[in-house]
Antibody, heavy 116, light 110 residues
Framework: EVQLLESGGGLVPPGGSLRLSCVAS????????MSWVRQAPGKGLEWVSV????????YYADSVKGRFTISRDNSKNTLYLQMNSLRAEDTAVYYC?????????WGQGTLVTVSS | QSVLTQPPSVSAAPGQKVTISCSGASSNIGNNDVSWYQHLPGTAPKLLVYENNKRPSGIPDRFSGSKSGTSATLGITGLQTGDEAEYYC???????????FGSGTEVTVL
């Protein structure tokens, strides 16, 4: 069964940085694009970023462009999200999802709280 | 404010049917496929429908999707208490060069 396990969330002050990881198993990670999606408290789902299977062609939501960087290490079956210049409005549960426009598997999410 | 517009909530009695609309534009629904997701608080979202009307294995045929022009619809028949959740439509937006989710619809079983 496909598994996606996120980690790296936590409490960070405004302006700080955090790196999220998502370890994938039970599928050929290097063959699939991967994405990050978040949900702020009381809000709906918001797409954050996507990266191709080879690690190229990243796309970002306007709300995070220039501050977040998506990357992957196919040798480690791991997806990353480097988050810099964090703002209060980045507070959310961050999910990694398998796919680029059809998210057929999701992780359980990791909570990021941006607060002083 | 979401690019894709959904009603905030819909409700019906057990066994009845509900439909959830999703209104977009030519840059998203009009020219790209629509997916639907079910999300219960504290859990991972679940893919219900992809490519407008296809169901992943394991998703019962009580759930159905359709698309016409710049709108899409999710139907749920034989409503069960376990269907109470938030439902989201989604599609790639060619103008934004990004994926967009609908505003979400809460389904309540009366």
């Amino acid at each position: 069964e496909v598994q996606l396990l996120e980690s790296g969330g936590g409490l960070v002050p405004p302006g700080g940085s955090l790196r999220l990881s998502c370890v994938a198993s039970e599928f050929t990670f290097s063959s699939y694009a991967m994405s990050w999606v978040r949900q702020a408290p009381g809000k709906g789902l918001e797409w954050v970023s996507v990266i191709s299977s080879s690690g190229g062609s990243p796309y970002y939501a306007d709300s995070v462009k220039g501050r977040f960087t998506i990357s992957r290490d196919n040798s480690k079956n791991t997806l990353y999200l480097q988050m810099n210049s964090l703002r209060a409005e980045d507070t959310a549960v961050y999910y990694c999802a398998k796919g680029s426009d059809i998210f057929d598997h999701w992780g359980q999410g990791t909570l990021v709280t941006v607060s002083s | 404010q979401s690019v894709l517009t959904q009603p905030p909530s819909v409700s019906a009695a057990p066994g009845q049917k509900v439909t959830i609309s999703c209104s977009g534009a030519s840059s998203n629904i009009g020219n790209n496929d629509v997916s639907w997701y079910q999300h219960l608080p504290g859990t991972a979202p679940k893919l219900l429908v992809y490519e407008n009307n296809k169901r992943p294995s394991g998703i019962p045929d009580r759930f159905s999707g359709s698309k016409s022009g710049t709108s899409a619809t999710l139907g749920i028949t034989g409503l069960q208490t376990g269907d109470e959740a938030e439902y989201y439509c989604a599609a790639w937006d060619s103008s934004l060069t990004g994926y967009v989710f609908g505003s979400g619809t809460e389904v309540t079983v009366l």
